[in-house]
């Protein structure tokens, strides 16, 4: 599903290393957390993922797809084959909640009758069925963060890598994030959530993985323990 093969980065502009001989798999199926203080290298790595940057030395793998040799105009389905949820939801201003969730499935050629039966679908499995014709501004920052969720399920992606969904939210909804991403991962979609917020993730039995200075400095499958 995802695999990092002694992959290093250094950043040209300033010569600085952000990850230093990465390792690293993810089976399908899994719930990982990736957790570090501020320039750990949490946010290189998932550029690495997305095929944002490149790296410096090293394979990286995901969804089948080897990073270095996806040319560039594949890389849109690279990303498609996975969800993914920001931080700052960047959600769409000007379209309404359905039209947002929409947005992905008309991505991808989707036809409206599908749309039509998929979008309420997974709006009702977020909690949001009341709310699709609401526009962004109209909802509360766990409202939001939910859409972003919806958006990055509606196209039943494998894989889901959430970067710090948590970061604008309280910790009561914090808590109902990560359930909602738990019994998501349950259903079989692989997790991977980038976080600092290591309370968050003391409540819950999954894979922590610990970045420092650009190394893995841990890697337990359950920090509850």
Known sequence: M???NHVSKVYSSNKAAAL????????????AFIVGSSGAGKSTLLKLLLKEEEPTSGEIYVNGFRLSKLRRGKVPMLRRSMGIVFQDFRLIPTM??????AFAQRCTNVSS???????????????L?????????????????RVALARALVNNPSLIIAD????????????????????INKAGTTILMVTHEHELVHEFSNRVITLENGRIVADDADWSL
């Open 164 to 183: 710090e969904p948590t970061g604008n939210i309280d910790p009561e909804l914090s808590y109902k994030i990560v359930e909602l991403l738990t019994d």
């Open 96 to 101: 309404n909640v359905f039209d947002n969730v």
């Open 113 to 127: 009758r599908q749309i039509k039966r998929n979008v309420p679908y997974i709006l009702g499995l977020v909690g």
């Open 2 to 4: 995802i695999e990092f």
């Open 129 to 145: 069925h009341d709310k699709a014709k609401c526009m962004p501004n109209e909802l509360s920052g766990g409202e939001q963060q």
């Open 20 to 31: 230093k001989d990465v390792t690293l798999k993810i089976e399908k199926g899994e719930f």
